[in-house]
């Protein structure tokens, strides 16, 4: 008998895969593959966490209201454009179904991140990877792949899992150069580890038209990844349709807890940035002292390249690592076979990684 058939397109996605979490042997895994930051969740957003446990018979707020208010006082936008989601991934794979499909164009930069052409493709709409220049988003290139089928942009402000970023300016002319009727989506997930004076998440282009969004995450610098929360920041329409389109609950409740008391925890957040910017520049340059090529990231991870022979390369140095517990991630999947890309960790897990490749390139 005929089995049942997936629409065309559906078997042509390669799953994501994530970031290995176990390796060899009994001892202590130093998990860097993930981006997850080291210092873990507040304390605060952990209290929330169990004391929701108390009411998990009770649906969660369908909208996520308190939480919506919340982001909208912290960052000073309008909450009625702030639309929360189950992880930012939802977010995006909302946008490409509520505006691509079957013959339409999702246009991304070839090492953006993997959810942008799995987005496009469950959709039914078809992927453009446009090149970048030195690892970077490079807007003319982008505009050029523009058709009349374009209906969708994602980029990544900064970049997984290259570390870079493109500015304001940049960004803005991105916008300019695209057709009215496509959506420009600004994932700005890493964004409260930026410090750039040009830098910006996006927030100004979202209010100031109707075909900017720009998303985020409580993954990272908030620690909250298990609890998959993300947001996005819509004009009016786009929002709209965002609402209709979401699942009617579809931010657990433990997670709204979290996320609004994690919110709330400033010190903490300025503490986990803090260790980044001292960790971070220091990770790249004790790596790039050992003679690796390490590009700069403004993020809280690092890109680190390898020499392209056997036995040095970024697959032996994966093994090596991995054999002494440590965990970076292998980004072939994003066309970067030679480079291993590693999360910035505690103090200990810093200099263990300098160690271990200090005895790998000997």
């Given at each position: 008998?005929?089995?049942?058939?997936?629409?065309?397109?559906?078997?042509?996605?390669?799953?994501?895969?994530?970031?290995?979490?176990?390796?060899?042997?009994?001892?202590?895994?130093?998990?860097?593959?993930?981006?997850?930051?080291?210092?873990?969740?507040?304390?605060?957003?952990?209290?929330?966490?169990?004391?929701?446990?108390?009411?998990?018979?009770?649906?969660?707020?369908?909208?996520?209201?308190?939480?919506?208010?919340?982001?909208?006082?912290?960052?000073?936008?309008?909450?009625?454009?702030?639309?929360?989601?189950?992880?930012?991934?939802?977010?995006?794979?909302?946008?490409?179904?509520?505006?691509?499909?079957?013959?339409?164009?999702?246009?991304?930069?070839?090492?953006?991140?993997?959810?942008?052409?799995?987005?496009?493709?469950?959709?039914?709409?078809?992927?453009?990877?446009?090149?970048?220049?030195?690892?970077t988003a490079d807007v003319d290139t982008l505009?050029?792949?523009?058709?009349?089928?374009?209906?969708?942009?994602?980029?990544?402000?900064?970049?997984?899992?290259?570390?870079?970023?493109?500015?304001?300016?940049?960004?803005?002319?991105?916008?300019?150069?695209?057709?009215?009727?496509?959506?420009?989506?600004?994932?700005?997930?890493?964004?409260?580890?930026?410090?750039?004076?040009?830098?910006?998440?996006?927030?100004?282009?979202?209010?100031?038209?109707?075909?900017?969004?720009?998303?985020?995450?409580?993954?990272?610098?908030?620690?909250?990844?298990?609890?998959?929360?993300?947001?996005?920041?819509c004009p009016p329409a786009i929002a709209d349709?965002?609402?209709?389109?979401?699942?009617?609950?579809?931010?657990?409740?433990?997670?709204?807890?979290?996320?609004?008391?994690?919110?709330?925890?400033?010190?903490?957040?300025?503490?986990?940035?803090?260790?980044?910017?001292?960790?971070?520049?220091?990770?790249?340059?004790?790596?790039?002292?050992?003679?690796?090529?390490?590009?700069?990231?403004?993020?809280?991870?690092?890109?680190?390249?390898?020499?392209?022979?056997?036995?040095?390369?970024?697959?032996?140095?994966?093994?090596?690592?991995?054999?002494?517990?440590?965990?970076?991630?292998?980004?072939?999947?994003y066309g970067l076979p030679h480079c291993l890309?590693?999360?910035?960790?505690?103090?200990?897990?810093?200099?263990?990684?300098?160690?271990?490749?200090?005895?790998?390139?000997?």
């Amino acid at each position: 008998m005929p089995s049942p058939t997936p629409r065309p397109g559906i078997l042509d996605i390669a799953p994501y895969i994530p970031g290995k979490s176990k390796a060899a042997g009994g001892g202590r895994v130093i998990k860097l593959s993930s981006n997850e930051t080291p210092l873990g969740p507040s304390l605060k957003a952990i209290a929330a966490y169990r004391e929701a446990g108390d009411s998990l018979h009770r649906y969660p707020d369908g909208g996520s209201e308190v939480l919506t208010q919340a982001l909208g006082r912290h960052y000073g936008l309008d909450p009625r454009g702030i639309v929360c989601g189950n992880g930012s991934d939802e977010i995006l794979a909302l946008l490409a179904r509520a505006y691509a499909g079957p013959g339409d164009e999702v246009l991304y930069t070839e090492h953006g991140f993997l959810v942008y052409p799995i987005a496009a493709l469950s959709a039914g709409a078809t992927p453009v990877a446009a090149p970048e220049t030195d690892l970077t988003a490079d807007v003319d290139t982008l505009l050029a792949r523009v058709t009349e089928r374009t209906k969708l942009c994602f980029i990544a402000n900064p970049n997984n899992p290259t570390g870079t970023y493109i500015s304001a300016e940049a960004l803005q002319r991105l916008r300019d150069g695209l057709p009215d009727e496509a959506v420009l989506v600004v994932d700005s997930a890493y964004a409260e580890y930026v410090t750039r004076n040009d830098y910006t998440a996006g927030a100004e282009m979202v209010e100031a038209g109707d075909n900017v969004v720009m998303t985020r995450t409580f993954s990272k610098i908030f620690g909250l990844a298990a609890l998959r929360l993300g947001w996005a920041y819509c004009p009016p329409a786009i929002a709209d349709v965002l609402h209709r389109t979401r699942g009617p609950f579809n931010v657990n409740a433990a997670a709204q807890a979290a996320g609004l008391a994690a919110l709330g925890d400033v010190a903490f957040t300025d503490a986990a940035r803090r260790h980044n910017d001292i960790w971070r520049p220091w990770l790249e340059e004790a790596i790039a002292r050992l003679g690796y090529r390490v590009r700069p990231s403004v993020a809280n991870f690092i890109l680190v390249e390898f020499p392209r022979e056997a036995g040095r390369d970024a697959d032996a140095a994966f093994a090596f690592l991995m054999e002494r517990g440590i965990i970076p991630r292998q980004i072939g999947g994003y066309g970067l076979p030679h480079c291993l890309r590693f999360t910035v960790g505690l103090e200990e897990e810093n200099r263990a990684v300098v160690a271990a490749l200090s005895e790998f390139a000997a």
